[in-house]
């Protein structure tokens, strides 16, 4: 829920994507439900399905970074999008983005720098392949040890 205290900011949901025509359109609908103030950019990386087409159609403003590769994808994200606050995820729908307004909220009201959040620990449909699923196992068993 978007409190006063968000509104007087720039918000930006950027969302990195290569091939993700199975979730983007709910992945962009999600954030717009969340955060209505927010601009929400897809940045699309050489995908070679419907991921461009189908989120313009969800109303995300969507560019381009031909460089293979998230790091690149992610470096032209922030040096394009001018924003107060940035919500960055990814376009396969493993974040929550119902979280990201108390999230948002959390970072004003609180004065943070910046608020992180968990992907999903529950792994339904396509978002999780069989060795991403044991790579996010192993690393969030590996941060609650360090803790």
Do not use: W
Not at 90 to 116: H, P, R
Request: charged share 25%; with cysteine.
């Amino acid at each position: 829920m978007t409190t006063s205290a968000t509104q007087a900011y720039r918000l930006a949901v950027i969302l990195p994507c290569y091939n993700e025509e199975a979730a983007i359109t709910a992945v962009v609908h999600d954030f717009r439900e969340a955060l209505p103030e927010a601009v929400i950019y897809v940045y699309d990386n050489n995908s070679r399905d419907r991921t461009v087409e189908l989120a313009r159609a969800a109303g995300a403003v969507v560019r381009r970074e031909t460089r293979q590769g998230k790091g690149h994808v992610v470096r032209r994200m922030f040096a394009d999008v001018e924003a107060d606050i940035y919500v960055l995820a990814d376009g396969d729908g493993t974040y929550d983005a119902g979280s990201a307004s108390d999230m948002v909220a959390k970072l004003v009201t609180e004065q943070l720098d910046m608020v992180v959040g968990s992907r999903l620990t529950t792994y339904e449909g396509e978002a999780f392949r069989r060795g991403h699923r044991f790579g996010n196992d192993l690393f969030i068993a590996s941060s609650r040890d360090a803790m």
